[in-house]
């Protein structure tokens, strides 16, 4: 069965303060990972990324993913307390087009 | 674009009672998804359609819940009857490579 475990599952930092959020996945066909950022509504897309070692970067956040070791970081540099929100990690497989999303990251910033 | 539409974006009902959810996903997009996210969780796949099929249901609570999508465009999901449980989030997303989530529509059962 596919799984996606993210860590922390909350954190709480200060604004200015940079933050490495990080996504674990087990997957039988492993197609895509995806980081999305979900305020009080639906997720917004972030990013998709497909091939290791190639950081995909928007502004001050970035991602980067390693497909040998099954994992994925997303970092936030000089956070904003616009930045609080929980942060997903889903992947998707090669069967159909199935999502498995993590719990997610509570990320809090402080002013 | 315009993207994904649900409605309603608030029910609140008893429990016991019935309730349905409209969802109409990006031009296009042959993928349509019912999530369920429960707070503090992340979203669970209720069920998935491609065009007017089902790929995945594996997860739906088939005794009282139902989805249809039956032109491969806008899709319905049914409770019926409704449990304190079900008490969630309902998103509706569709995708190409990307997918792309709806509002959501946030179900109370008391």
């Known amino acids: 069965e596919d799984k996606v475990v993210q860590s922390p599952l909350s954190l709480v930092v200060h604004e200015g303060d940079t933050v490495t959020l990080n996504c674990s996945y087990e997957v039988t066909n492993f197609r895509s990972l995806l980081w999305y950022k979900q305020e009080k509504k639906a997720p917004t897309f972030l990013f998709m990324l497909?091939?290791?070692?190639i950081e995909k970067k928007s502004g001050r956040l970035s991602s980067i993913l390693d497909k040998k070791e099954l994992f994925s970081i997303l970092n936030i540099t000089a956070t904003q307390t616009g930045d609080s929100a929980v942060y997903l990690c889903?992947?998707?497989?090669?069967?159909?087009?199935?999502?498995?999303f993590g719990p997610g990251t509570r990320l809090s910033v402080l002013p | 674009e315009a993207g994904v539409a649900q409605s309603p974006r608030y029910k609140i009902i008893e429990k016991r009672q019935s309730v349905a959810f409209w969802c109409n996903p990006i031009?296009?997009?042959?993928?349509l998804y019912w999530y369920q996210q429960i707070l503090g969780q992340g979203p669970k796949l209720l069920i998935q359609?491609?065009?007017?099929?089902?790929?995945?249901d594996s997860q739906l609570p088939k005794d009282r819940f139902s989805a249809e999508r039956l032109k491969g465009v806008d899709s319905t999901l049914k409770i019926q009857p409704a449990k304190l449980e079900d008490s969630a989030v309902y998103l509706c997303?569709?995708?190409?490579?990307?997918?792309?989530f709806g509002p959501g529509t946030r179900l109370t059962v008391l």
């Open positions: 997303a569709s995708s190409s490579d990307t997918q792309y």
């Open positions: 889903a992947i998707k497989g090669n069967y159909g087009q199935n999502f498995v």
């Open positions: 031009s296009g997009h042959a993928t």
């Open positions: 359609f491609q065009n007017n099929g089902v790929v995945d």
């Open positions: 497909t091939s290791s070692g």
